[in-house]
């Protein structure tokens, strides 16, 4: 019930591609979801986030798109550069659940020239 | 603004000892999470602190305690350290009534 399921774990795109990395949750209390990019060495680095009343939110090469009714939710990152290379967690945040961020298991992403 | 920070980077412990890790929110920040990382475990949730007070823990041992101080700094402390301890913990701060919550570079604690 409290989890966030995240695939795939890892995903090789070609420079200028879109990478695609799905989460699905099955707690409907959930109403808030960013998403994190984590470089070697540092700590994770807050994306973009959206809220349940929105399907598709944009910044930049960076889009969420939600699918309330599937409780799913992606990160499509358009014209992938290498300098995209990092692991990407999906979370959550409980309604009234002060801001305890439920993580996916992460994607590697690789994008190669 | 000066972003999270957190202190020290590294640290090596031995087994059985305690260890203090700190943590310096961004500034008007109120918020304090402190999350574990592990590559078994991901990233997993220690606890919250909002103006002092903890406001949400998670499902971890007794061992593992936290503090927040008047100006939002706060502090975890692993007692009794276990060779699974090792871990990046990270420290996250967020604004009094904002979900987004800003992390630290965190400490990699490292017991042997």
């Known amino acids: 019930q409290q989890q966030v399921k995240q695939s795939p774990q890892s995903l090789i795109v070609q420079k200028g591609g879109i990478s695609i990395i799905n989460c699905a949750y099955e707690?409907?209390?959930?109403?808030?979801f960013p998403w994190y990019q984590q470089f070697p060495g540092k700590g994770p680095a807050l994306l973009i986030a959206?809220?349940?009343?929105?399907s598709e939110k944009k910044e930049g090469r960076f889009t969420i798109s939600f699918n309330k009714s599937a409780k799913q939710f992606s990160l499509h990152i358009m014209d992938s550069q290498p300098g995209d290379s990092a692991t990407y967690f999906c979370a959550a945040i409980l309604t009234g659940g002060g801001n305890k961020l439920t993580f996916g298991t992460g994607t590697q992403l690789k994008v190669e020239l | 603004k000066a972003g999270v920070t957190q202190t020290p980077r590294y640290l090596i412990k031995t087994r059985g000892q305690q260890v203090t890790l700190s943590c310096s929110p961004i500034s008007g920040h109120r918020s304090v999470s402190w999350y574990q990382q592990t590559p078994g475990q991901g990233l997993q949730f220690l606890f919250e602190y909002f103006s002092e007070t903890q406001r949400n823990k998670g499902n971890f041992p007794g061992r593992f305690s936290g503090r927040q101080f008047s100006n939002s700094r706060s502090e975890m402390n692993v007692s009794t350290l276990e060779l699974g301890d090792s871990a990046l913990y990270l420290c996250a701060s967020s604004l009094e009534q904002d979900r987004e919550q800003y992390f630290g570079p965190g400490t990699r604690l490292t017991v042997t």
């Open positions: 959206i809220r349940p009343d929105v």
């Open positions: 707690n409907t209390a959930f109403d808030y």
